[in-house]
């Protein structure tokens, strides 16, 4: 079965600061690729998605997210942060054409006003 | 359009106490998913449905997990004994089947297991 790891367990970052959170995957075959978000007391929600065609994807609220094939990764990125952002970021991997998504640990982000 | 409802928010229970969560997916959705949300960590896969099938319950601990989907809507999880390391969110998701869907999560239910 598919493994998702996330690498940095809970990031701090003062508002206008860049992000980048990284997200690596083990899994031979065409994937799925996702960024959930979870602000505190809220559900999961979706920020973004990647299933084909061009690797950078545009999410909400300024995220993007860069699937780089050749190394198994699909980082999240933001060019300048929010108090807002404050959530924990999972990534999330399917196999093509199969529903079976795993979730990496989390990132938790802090950001400072 | 309606979210995925769960029911209950929260549960508290004692140890060898048997509970149940009930999920009502999105309408249309086929693919259902179980997941359990242990503080600090991510979502771990319990079990996944498509319509009234389970396509994998291979992390599901069946000696005391159970779920069903009978009518293909619908779903329950069920705990029977629980452990106190059941503590977590149980997380249910929906989806449409197909190469590229994804899934919208309710709000799920926190268990307390004391």
Known sequence: ?113 | EAGVAQSPRYKIIEKRQSVAFWCNPISGHATLYWYQQILGQGPKLLIQFQNNGVVDDSQLPKDRFSAERLKGVDSTLKIQPAKLEDSAVYLCASSYTGSNTEAFFGQGTRLTVV
């Open chain 1, 1 to 113: 079965a598919q493994s998702v790891s996330q690498h940095n367990h809970h990031v701090i970052l003062s508002e206008a600061a860049s992000l980048e959170l990284g997200c690596n995957y083990s899994y031979g075959g065409t994937v799925n690729l996702f960024w959930y978000v979870q602000y505190p007391g809220q559900h999961l929600q979706l920020l973004l998605k990647y299933f084909s065609g061009d690797p950078l994807v545009k999410g909400i609220k300024g995220f993007e997210a860069e699937f780089i094939k050749s190394k198994f990764s699909f980082n999240l990125r933001k060019p300048s942060v929010q108090w807002s952002d404050t959530a924990e970021y999972f990534c999330a991997v399917n196999p093509y054409n199969n529903n079976d998504m795993r979730f990496g640990a989390g990132t938790r982000l802090t950001v400072k006003p």
